[in-house]
């Protein structure tokens, strides 16, 4: 019988201590379970490859939702045809919106799920893992001002989509 070695142990307190926010992030950006554990398990497996030269306790996080991001990206580019046909087969599912009052969360969701992907994964790094523009161009492997634009894009179709449901909802009180 052997026992684990020291890095297999700090290995395993890593993957059990940061599992479940590797893992959401993967799955906001995918929208599949599957494809967001083939993400995960991706960014741990470059995790235990370069184990030696993780960056430190306050930058390990960061780090670590900065590689599955690009895993998950790299497995969205590789599956995007089959994505976009199972996005339109399920509907939209729950999901925590923080960012917004309790009330606007479910109609945010359902506006995020009619923007195209690219624009949902720039709304998502910008605003859920909180990336800076910078961040969020390296990951998405674009140059800053593509990261601009389209999130000008996408905060404007969801501005103009919640004015129009705020009329329709005042329209129903009448």
Not at 6 to 20: C, L, M, V
Request: glycine share 2%; proline share 2%; hydrophobic share 40%.
């Amino acid at each position: 019988m052997s026992y684990p070695s020291q890095d297999e142990r700090e290995f395993r307190i890593i993957y059990e201590s940061f599992y479940s926010q590797a893992f959401y992030t993967a799955w906001a950006i995918l929208k599949d379970y599957n494809l967001a554990e083939d993400a995960t398990q991706e960014a741990f497996i470059e995790v235990f490859t370069h184990f030696d030269k993780l960056p430190g306790e306050d930058n390990l996080l960061r780090w670590l939702k900065t590689v599955t991001a690009r895993k998950a990206i790299d497995l969205w580019r590789k599956h995007r045809k089959s994505q976009v046909r199972e996005q339109a087969a399920v509907g939209p599912s729950s999901q925590d919106a923080g960012f917004l009052a309790a009330e606007n969360k479910v109609l945010v969701y359902y506006l995020l799920q009619q923007l195209p992907a690219t624009y949902r994964q720039i709304i998502y790094l910008r605003f859920y893992c909180d990336f800076s523009v910078r961040e969020t161009a390296e990951i998405m492997q674009v140059k800053e001002g593509t990261v601009k634009s389209r999130l000008h894009r996408a905060l404007s179709y969801l501005k103009g989509k919640c004015e129009m449901a705020r009329e329709v909802q005042e329209l129903r009180r009448c």
